[in-house]
């Protein structure tokens, strides 16, 4: 199956139906441009975006140029490249490809509910960037989760994108969804109020207790994240659903909150933007 992702993003996300026409407008615009522009700003949903992208054209030979500005709307376009933006936002007055979030509807369930749900610009570029194809996409897929983990939606309710997103990769064998106590080193920052010794104490008693006494136990850790203002559905994600591949040393969550922290402390924003998304195309990781 791994093999026709590269023909055809809807055998993995087959819910993304919405979008596909979209994409192949997308698509024909780049392959029929002589080069192409990505422009980013220093936020780490758009530079993810930019790596999907930049990963396929490298493996497929497509010229192109990348830049990182300090703000998309300041960006003078150059009419020979064909320019695409990768933004939050619906108020860019560039000329060129602007890729925003989109919303879509899920059947989700036995019963197929239909839910909407917004397909964050990190979804939207990585099933862009199967469909032009190569190597180096299938290696950054996993990541394709970032853009709706980052996005706020979790912290209100239940996000049926991610989800879904989440699910069709581990039925693929892309990633594995473990909890904290299965994660080594899980970035607790965004956990204020967990207390780490009894974590790693569970740790060390995890698989010596069935699953009864597991969820108990865990739950008895968390009992005081539930009085603070996170939402219970990405407190739920953080603690029982950690996305971890064979290849990486550090959850998803971890690295989203580690490679966030590093983007705003940086003293030079532009360039660390840079290095990241050389890191992400080399490495498939955030850090």
């Known amino acids: 199956m791994i093999s026709n992702l590269f023909v055809e993003p809807l055998v993995i996300f087959p819910f993304l139906s919405e979008i596909y026409p979209d994409l192949v407008k997308i698509k024909k615009s780049i392959f029929s441009s002589e080069s192409v522009t990505l422009v980013s700003e220093p936020k780490l949903g ?77 979804g939207i570029s990585g099933c862009l960037a199967l469909m032009i194809g190569g190597e180096r996409v299938k290696k950054l897929l996993a990541l394709i989760l970032a853009g709706n983990w980052l996005n706020s939606n979790l912290d209100y309710t239940y ?65 005081p994240l539930l009085t603070t203002s996170m939402g219970v559905a990405r407190l739920e994600e953080l603690i029982w659903h950690r996305i971890i591949t064979t290849k990486w040393d550090s959850d998803l969550a971890s690295q989203c909150s580690r490679a966030q922290r590093e983007l705003n402390s940086s003293t030079n924003k532009l360039v660390s933007a840079s290095r990241l998304i050389d890191e992400i195309i080399m490495n498939a990781k955030l850090n």
Not at 49 to 67: M, P, Q, T, V, W
Not at 171 to 179: A, C, F, K, Q, R
């Open 46 to 122: 758009q530079l993810l975006s930019l790596s999907f992208l930049e990963a396929s054209f490298l493996d497929k030979g497509i010229l192109y140029h990348r830049k990182v500005v300090e703000n998309l709307n300041d960006f003078i376009s150059d009419e020979k490249n064909l320019c695409i933006f990768f933004s939050e936002e619906n108020n860019l007055h560039n000329s060129g490809i602007s890729v925003k979030p989109q919303e879509i509807k899920i059947n989700m369930g036995e019963q197929k509910t239909s839910r909407v749900g917004k397909l964050d610009i990190v």
């Open 159 to 223: 996000d049926p994108v991610f989800t879904s997103l989440r699910d069709s990769l581990k039925e693929n064998g892309l990633i594995s969804i473990v909890s904290i106590v299965d994660v080594q080193e899980p970035d607790l920052i965004e956990l204020p109020g967990i207390d780490s010794v009894e974590l790693n104490l569970l740790r060390d008693d995890w698989k010596k207790i069935d699953l009864v006494e597991q969820s108990k136990r865990l739950s008895e850790l968390v009992k």
